[in-house]
């Protein structure tokens, strides 16, 4: 099991990868601002979706991210 330290640092790594510096701070004010709680907000985060839409999502999602490798 990762350590907070560990998960904090990878966690500021992933928003760096999608925003700039200051829009990951801003979005770290606005979760801090509103007193987000993740835990309850991922409850309806796909609720509008089927399982096998959100199947597909997750297997297009895996394709763009993981590029098959050729064989041989």
Do not use: C
């Amino acid at each position: 099991m990762r350590t907070d330290s560990v998960i904090r640092a990878a966690g500021f790594q992933a928003l760096h990868e999608k925003l700039d510096v200051v829009e990951a701070e801003r979005f770290v004010a606005l979760l801090n601002r509103n007193q987000f709680d993740y835990t309850e907000w991922r409850k309806t985060l796909w609720e509008d979706l089927t399982v096998e839409e959100l199947s597909r999502k997750a297997m297009a999602h895996w394709n763009a991210n993981n590029p098959h490798k050729p064989t041989g």
